[in-house]
């Protein structure tokens, strides 16, 4: 069976970012070197180990940039859902401050299938932000089948829209938004985060605090940085539905 071990990887992804090495995926991610599925699973389920899966991708021209695992207490840490940033070897598309990835994601619990997401990582504030799936749909595979070359296509056709995914981040840097287009669109991802607009205890114009000199700016681009740090980010005052003064939390779940 081809494995990561069997690999070399290069120094660099590219200019941004050190290659994970395999001791490092290791430590990080021991989801991807499990060598059976969770015990609770049927006989249907088909067992692909990542490690298999992600020597499949070494060997198409992708490298592991960046690699964590969900920690809970109901999951076992050789099963449990994990997630890898995969860049091209020789990257030709090039942004302003963002490197274009595949996030792949998969489970071994049988809570998630191999998963295929378009992602960018901005340099400036070390950010991976996931390209919604309204705008470039994610590419599935079921624990069946031929599942490494299932991925492995996928990833391909999926790298292939890096430039257009460019072209919209450069159509962003250019489209400069309005005070009260940027307040609508905070408190509209306000409420993606709390849905209930009586408990949010907060106002959309604390999105738009600029955590770093980079983010000063009115275009959309710096807009949705701004707003999307200080969502993820955490550390931003509101009230409780009690109305005690609380600080919001650092998002750090793979599913949310």
């Not at 690999?7 to 970012?17: K, P, W």
């Not at 490298?63 to 109901?74: E, S």
């Not at 999105?207 to 980010?233: A, F, Y």
Request: proline share 4%; net charge positive; glycine share 8%.
């Amino acid at each position: 069976m081809n494995t990561i071990s069997s690999l070399t990887f290069g120094s660099h992804a590219n200019v941004f970012s050190q290659n994970l090495s395999v001791e490092a995926l290791r430590e990080r991610v021991p989801a991807v070197f499990a060598e059976s599925a969770h015990e609770r699973l049927s006989s249907k389920y088909t067992f692909i180990p990542t490690e298999r899966v992600l020597s499949g991708l070494l060997s198409a021209g992708f490298v592991p940039v960046d690699a964590r695992q969900a920690h809970t207490r109901n999951s076992s840490l050789l099963h449990a859902r994990h997630v890898i940033r995969m860049r091209r070897r020789f990257e030709t598309v090039q942004l302003r401050d963002s490197v274009p990835e595949i996030v792949f994601l998969n489970s071994h619990d049988g809570t998630s299938a191999y998963q295929l997401r378009l992602g960018l990582f901005r340099v400036v504030c070390t950010n991976g932000l996931i390209v919604s799936r309204g705008a470039f749909p994610a590419y599935c595979v079921a624990h069946r089948g031929n599942v490494v070359d299932d991925v492995i296509t996928g990833a391909l056709e999926m790298s292939e829209r890096f430039e257009t995914l460019a072209t919209q981040v450069e159509r962003m840097e250019h489209r400069t938004m309005a005070r009260g287009e940027q307040l609508e669109f905070a408190g509209q991802a306000l409420g993606l985060r709390y849905p209930d607009p009586e408990t949010q205890g907060m106002m959309p114009v604390q999105l738009l605090t600029s955590r770093r000199p980079q983010d000063l700016g009115d275009d959309l681009w710096s807009v949705l940085n701004k707003v999307q740090e200080n969502l993820i980010g955490g550390g931003l005052h509101r009230r409780s539905a009690a109305g005690r003064l609380m600080r919001t939390r650092r998002i750090t779940s793979i599913r949310e």
